[in-house]
């Protein structure tokens, strides 16, 4: 808990940079501090009352020269001239960020920056996507054709007006540290994708987000194959191969296109597609646990059919047989019109 609290609160110092409105708010607090601890000092040290140390620390912080109220004791010239150097620099401060928020063309972006930041805290059960780069862009397009919900993580400052104007709920910084996966909300969301460019980071990604969340899915890119061990025993539930995936889909396009037509058709998903694949897992209690294949009603009721069923073992059965049971534990691999697929998963999740 104490390591957490010190990550979050390294992250909003970070953040504090790069908004003019935080840095604001941060020298406004100050200068406030400033003139507290001033005022006590004056009542302290001269015995002024309460309004006269308060004009004494307005006019000495502000540098206006209006005179002394009392006659300063030494120490009271030191404190004097401590609070002039330090006033004059927090003041000064405050005016120009100020300025910078008044003037500066970053403050609707500021605005916007934490409007974004508001949102991504109060997702739950959500994804998070680790890189932006051609399989990033391709694993968020499809998150939002299927409008679900999640948080991409990218280091690039220069993309995130473009985040801003597209409404992608997204947080700038290095997806391999602790706290940057904390302000994406890992230990609320219920997976992560580590796509980042090498495979090194994308084990630390892993390291780090299984360490901040036992339970988070994990699916992480790999280029190359000695670091596929590496992935798994850092924690990734699943690793996937583009380069061995591309390859094979190019043996099949040449050796059965009509094969890989079908396959397009249902993995290149797009808002308005007419075809896609689920899975359902059958729950303890569930209606569908204890039936046959033929007696689930899924293909009367869904117009879906059974592609395979991953038995409780895990064990892959291609095509089910008519007769075969639906064990308690199982996961369904359906195939049918999305929107049926939807309605079947919603209404069969536990």
């Not at 003019?20 to 006590?40: D, E, K």
């Not at 059960?125 to 780069?133: L, S």
């Not at 084990?203 to 992935?231: C, D, G, Y």
């Amino acid at each position: 808990m104490l390591k957490r609290n010190l990550i979050i609160i390294q992250a909003f110092i970070r953040n504090s940079m790069y908004s003019p409105a935080r840095r604001f708010q941060l020298s406004l607090l100050g200068l406030v501090f400033l003139v507290i601890g001033a005022t006590i000092g004056y009542m302290a040290l001269e015995s002024m009352t309460l309004t006269d140390a308060l004009y004494m620390t307005v006019i000495t912080v502000t540098t206006v020269g209006f005179g002394e109220v009392v006659e300063l004791s030494p120490a009271g010239r030191v404190f004097t001239i401590i609070l002039i150097i330090l006033g004059v620099g927090v003041a000064t401060t405050a005016i120009s960020n100020a300025v910078g928020i008044v003037m500066g063309p970053r403050l609707w972006l500021s605005i916007r920056i934490q409007t974004m930041e508001r949102k991504v805290e109060q997702l739950k059960d959500h994804y998070i996507v680790c890189g932006y780069g051609r399989m990033g862009r391709q694993i968020v397009g499809d998150l939002m054709n299927r409008s679900e919900p999640y948080v991409l993580i990218d280091s690039n400052h220069d993309l995130e007006e473009a985040f801003l104007e597209r409404e992608m709920p997204h947080v700038i910084g290095n997806a391999t540290m602790d706290e940057t996966l904390i302000r994406a909300g890992v230990e609320r969301a219920k997976g992560l994708v580590a796509a980042l460019d090498t495979d090194p980071d994308n084990v630390m990604t892993v390291l780090s987000a299984r360490e901040l969340n036992p339970k988070l899915f994990i699916v992480a890119r790999v280029s190359r194959s000695e670091a596929e061990s590496k992935l798994r025993r850092a924690g990734a539930n699943r690793v996937v191969s583009p380069y061995e995936i591309g390859g094979h889909r190019i043996s099949l396009a040449l050796l059965r296109p009509s094969v890989n037509d079908f396959l397009d058709r249902i993995f290149h998903f797009q808002r308005g597609m007419d075809i896609d694949i689920g899975q359902l897992y059958v729950y303890e209690g569930s209606d569908l646990a204890g039936r046959t294949v033929a007696d689930s009603g899924l293909r009367k009721t869904y117009n879906i059919n059974i592609l395979a069923i991953q038995t409780p073992s895990r064990e892959i059965v291609i095509t089910p047989h008519i007769s075969t049971p639906i064990e308690v534990g199982s996961t369904l691999i359906v195939i049918g019109p999305p929107q049926y697929i939807y309605d079947l998963e919603k209404d069969y999740k536990a």
